[in-house]
């Protein structure tokens, strides 16, 4: 695989960055589909170690908008899935490269079957681990409450007692109590956060994407009727979780079981972030599901 090459591209509200790495020569044979990875509110510098499992095709990944390199232009506080969707339809279109492979994973697999919904022609295989998208659960009532809180609990106090929300959320298993934003808050600095406020609030998951991704309501009626195969799943530690349990419902609801990888919610890390799952086996994994005939 080729070294990446950065592209500019401007879309409505935001200036956008994507990366290309050319697959390398494979003796003539037919190359396969160009494949995208995609994350949200994670921009492109998370999918290192997993791009470098696929030299044998073209890779594209992007910064979403307001994320890292992408540039927000239209001072818009929050985002939802559906500009996302046309931010990656026009980053696939700019590269020439459509259809696409998707690997999407957390909001930027809720962000893929918007995607699908409204432009299929761009995508192939759709493999979307882990969305969180809590309209699906039964339980969504409680968790699109916790995630209300915790957008207003960042606009009131900042990034430290709104993350230590948010982990707790993410970290819990099964079902969500309906009182559960009502609960004590949990301390910050038991994460190692910063407890106190320092007045930014440009942060791409609590301030811009929380509430649009996870309220977030699937078309399933488009997403049957579209000609792209889409395998949901979720990772072998995650279960219990709610974008896990967000997966299986998302899955049953498109009539097919969800796909199984090893590790957890960011099973591809290897390193970045400060994070490891297990990347070699969740490519393999995910070069298998590629490679199945629909």
């Given amino acids: 695989m080729t070294e990446p090459v950065t592209h500019t591209l401007d879309a409505a509200g935001a200036t956008l960055r994507y990366d290309v790495r050319a697959g390398l020569p494979n003796g003539g044979a037919a190359r396969p589909s160009a494949l995208l990875l995609i994350g949200s509110p994670m921009d492109a510098g998370g999918f290192v170690t997993l791009a470098s499992y696929f030299g044998d095709r073209t890779v594209l990944t992007y910064d979403p908008r307001g994320v890292g390199r992408s540039v927000r232009t239209d001072g818009a506080a929050e985002s939802v899935p559906e500009e996302h969707a046309d931010d990656v339809r026009r980053v ?26 409204h432009h299929p022609e761009h995508v192939r295989t759709l493999v979307a681990h882990e969305p969180p998208a809590a309209q699906v659960l039964p339980d969504r009532e409680a968790v699109l409450a916790a ?100 997966a299986a419902a998302i899955a049953a609801a498109l009539h097919t079981a969800p ?29 298998e599901i590629l490679h199945t005939a629909p």
Avoid at 167 to 195: E, M, N, Q, S, Y
Avoid at 209 to 217: A, E, K, L, V
């Fill in 147 to 246: 995630c209300a809180d915790i957008h207003a609990t960042y606009l009131r106090d900042g990034r430290g007692p709104a993350m230590a929300k948010f982990i707790t959320v993410a970290a819990r298993k099964g079902p969500f109590p309906a009182d559960w934003a009502d609960g004590p808050a949990p301390d910050p600095a038991a994460f190692g956060l910063p407890v106190q406020d320092d007045g930014s609030r440009d942060d791409p998951l609590l301030g811009q994407n929380i509430r649009g991704c996870t309220g977030y309501r699937p078309d399933f009626a488009a997403l049957r009727a579209a000609p792209v195969r889409i395998v949901v799943a979720a990772g072998k530690e995650s279960e219990g979780e709610f974008p896990a349990r967000a």
């Fill in 259 to 287: 796909a199984v990888f090893p590790s957890h919610h960011g099973g591809f890390l290897g390193g970045e972030f400060g994070q490891h799952g297990e990347p070699a086996a969740f490519a393999q994994t995910l070069r």
């Fill in 92 to 117: 696939i279109e700019a590269a020439g490269a459509g259809p696409v492979d998707v690997f999407a994973s957390s909001g930027g697999a809720v962000n893929a079957l918007a995607l699908v919904t």
